[in-house]
């Protein structure tokens, strides 16, 4: 149960676009459509902001999109926005049973 | 408004246990996933342990397995945590978490904080 690698940390200025990767394996990533991403600013509760790859829940902004290549995920941001400053976690469903890994987590500064 | 409240956290000495709970409110309690999900200060996000519906399945994370019992009282909405044997790095915010969409976790409580400490 080895946690999903991200990059420690991303930034760049409002308006801007950054995308942040999220690794696996062929055990997690790479075998399920079952990543989502959690936003988490400072002292508060995780928030869910893309589930199965790129589904967006109701109430997410459409600037944030997530895609899939092999045991890669990556979730961009589009048009970057101070609101935006917050940690980012993606997770996975993990093969064999009903259980979870979570990245590694990235923190998102807005210059 | 669905919502889901954490309480049991506190102060316990290596070795020791403590029981959270997590009350939950506006969804279908009994048909759902639920889960737990801890922090520590200044770390990442950690799945904890998670308890099918009808409690006819339990899955826990190699740091917990053998120490940790997840549980739920459906009658009573409340999902429970059992923590034995507690060590310092079980130190941090313990949230618990459903699964109202596929495979993710779209409604958190606010944590409750466990600080194992001498």
């Known amino acids: 149960q080895s946690a999903l690698t991200q990059p420690p940390s991303v930034s760049g200025s409002p308006g801007q676009s950054v995308t942040i990767s999220c690794t696996g394996t062929?055990?997690?990533?790479?075998?399920?459509?079952?990543v989502s991403w959690y936003q988490q600013p400072p002292g508060t509760a995780p928030r869910l902001i893309i589930y199965?790859?790129?589904k967006r829940p109701s109430g997410v902004p459409d600037r944030f999109s997530g895609s899939k290549s092999g045991i890669t995920a990556s979730l961009t941001i589009s048009g970057l926005q101070t609101e935006d400053e917050a940690d980012y976690y993606c997770?996975?469903?993990?093969?064999?049973?009903?259980?979870?890994?979570f990245g590694t987590g990235t923190k998102v500064t807005v210059l | 408004e669905v919502r889901l409240v954490e309480s049991g956290g506190g102060l316990v000495q290596p070795g020791g246990s403590l029981r959270l709970s997590c009350v939950a409110s506006?969804?279908?309690?009994?048909?759902?996933?639920m889960t737990w999900v801890r922090q520590a200060a200044g770390m990442g996000l950690e799945w904890v342990a998670n308890?099918?519906?009808?409690?006819?399945?339990?899955n826990f994370a190699d740091s917990v397995k053998g120490r940790f019992t997840i549980s739920r009282d459906n009658a009573k909405n409340s999902l429970y945590l059992q923590m034995n044997s507690l060590r310092a790095e079980d130190t941090g915010v313990y949230y618990c978490?459903?699964?109202?969409?596929?495979?993710?976790?779209?409604?958190w409580g606010q944590g409750t904080m466990v600080t194992v400490s001498s």
């Open positions: 978490a459903t699964n109202g969409l596929p495979w993710a976790f779209d409604v």
């Open positions: 506006d969804f279908t309690f009994s048909s759902r996933w």
């Open positions: 308890i099918k519906g009808d409690e006819s399945e339990r």
């Open positions: 062929s055990s997690d990533v790479g075998i399920y459509n079952r």
């Open positions: 199965e790859v790129t």
């Open positions: 997770k996975s469903h993990t093969s064999g049973t009903t259980s979870y890994v």
